[in-house]
Structure formats: structure tokens, C-alpha cells
């Protein structure tokens, strides 16, 4: 089975541009959320969607926005890029809801974003 | 989420057993503690959780002290793959949303050959 699905894996971007990440949740989860890891440090929360509604929202600014699909896929948008936004971006899929859950997050991969 | 405390980094002899600590000395009695670990460049993995039982699974031991205030995570038999930085959350399991998890710095365990 498929995991968690992240693209891209890898983006440069400049300052001042907007960037799209996207996120395929594995089959049958409804929840996803978002994280953002910085060199050396822990992934921080942003956002976590469930059944097309926002959820959570962690300590980002409103460039920072985010949307789940009818099919439970996900996108998370950063508009007005910083420096300081390049970072691991994370997304990850659970079974929140489902009635089998054990409140384990299945992580992606990341898509890596370097902000020149 | 409660806190949590651990060690920046340990090193462990390949075969041997590792034995990660973590103190939550704020959990509240509904938190569970979960543990993740995150090896190079990838994005983290589940390892184990627990309430207030010790709890096995083909990964690792989870061991939880009877107040709650720490738990040690096992890994039996350490080999060069387990080495990642290892993650202890604490966090209220729900059934329809929270589902931020409230990451530290982690330690960072290097397995030794």
C-alpha cells in the first residue's frame, strides 16, 4: 500500500514568491496535517484538516494557508516567501475519526523548500 | 501538551540494548506518550505509545514509572539503522481532530559498530 505522498520533493524559490506543496493521505484517512522543519530543530505543527475543515492551526502567520480536497488530499500555500520559510514541509495522514484509531500520524517524506 | 525532557544525544553499542529516558513530570491523566523517530532526511516514523501500561511491539518496549512522570523507550537490540533522532510526545488521543503533535529537540542516538 501506498504511503503518505508528497510533491515536490525538492523546490527553490525566491523571495517574495508563492509556493504550492501538495499531499496524498494514504487510502482511507480523512485527517491531515501539516509540519514545518527547520535545520537541527523538530517539526513544528502549522495545520491539521479533517473531512475538508480546518481543525488546528499552529503559531504561523496568514501567509501560510492550507486546504483539504473531497478526496482527502491536501495543499499547503506560502505566499510572500522568507528566508527563514526554507524547511522540511511535512505532511501527515491518521485514522482520526475512522474508529480505528490509535492516534498515530503516518508521515511523507517532505518536500524540501530553499527560499534564495 | 505536556513537556517533555530529553537527552540531546546517546550513543549505544550495535547488539546491545538502547534505553532512551524521557520526563514529563506536567502529564495529565489523559495524555498517552508516544514515541517517533526520524532518521536522516526522512520524515518521522510511529515507534510505540502507552497510557500508563508498559507496552512491546516488534520495534521497541515502552517502559512507563507508576506516577507517570517518565517513561524509557527500548530498543533490544540495537543495530545501525536504528540510528535517528528519537522523539517522546505527550499528547491527548482523540477521535476527531487534535492531532498536533508537540515536537522537542529529540536525542539523538548514534548505534555503534
Known amino acids: 500500500d501506498a504511503g503518505v505522498t508528497q510533491s515536490p520533493t525538492h523546490l527553490i524559490k525566491t523571495r517574495g514568491q508563492q509556493v504550492t506543496l501538495r499531499c496524498s493521505p494514504i487510502?482511507?484517512?480523512?485527517?491531515v496535517s501539516w509540519y514545518q522543519q527547520v535545520l537541527g530543530q523538530g517539526p513544528q505543527f502549522i495545520f491539521q484538516?479533517?473531512?475538508?475543515?480546518?481543525?488546528g492551526r499552529g503559531n504561523f502567520p496568514d501567509r501560510f494557508s492550507a486546504r483539504q480536497f473531497p478526496n482527502y488530499s491536501s495543499e499547503l500555500n506560502v505566499n510572500a516567501l522568507l528566508l527563514g520559510d526554507s524547511a522540511l514541509y511535512l505532511c501527515?495522514?491518521?485514522?482520526?475519526?475512522?474508529?480505528?484509531?490509535?492516534?498515530?500520524?503516518?508521515f511523507g517524506e517532505g518536500s524540501r523548500l530553499t527560499v534564495l | 501538551d505536556a513537556k517533555t525532557t530529553q537527552p540531546p544525544s546517546m550513543d549505544c553499542a550495535e547488539g546491545r540494548a538502547a534505553n532512551l529516558p524521557c520526563n514529563h513530570s506536567?502529564?495529565?491523566?489523559?495524555?498517552?506518550v508516544y514515541w517517533y523517530r526520524q532518521i536522516h532526511s526522512q520524515g518521522p516514523q510511529y515507534i510505540i505509545h502507552?497510557?500508563?501500561n508498559n507496552e512491546t511491539n516488534e520495534m521497541a518496549s515502552l517502559i512507563i514509572t507508576e506516577d507517570r512522570k517518565s517513561s524509557t523507550l527500548i530498543l533490544p537490540h540495537a543495530t545501525l539503522r536504528d540510528t535517528a533522532v528519537y522523539y517522546c510526545?505527550?499528547?491527548?488521543?482523540?477521535?476527531?481532530?487534535?492531532?498536533?503533535?508537540?515536537f522537542g529537540t529529540g536525542t539523538r542516538l548514534t548505534i555503534i559498530p
Open positions: 501527515a495522514s491518521s485514522l482520526v475519526g475512522t474508529g480505528v484509531n490509535t492516534g498515530e500520524l503516518f
Open positions: 487510502s482511507g484517512h480523512k485527517s
Open positions: 484538516y479533517y473531512e475538508k475543515e480546518e481543525r
Open positions: 506536567t502529564i495529565s491523566g489523559n495524555e498517552y
Open positions: 502507552g497510557l500508563k
Open positions: 510526545i505527550v499528547r491527548v488521543k482523540t477521535n476527531f481532530g487534535n492531532e498536533k503533535l508537540t
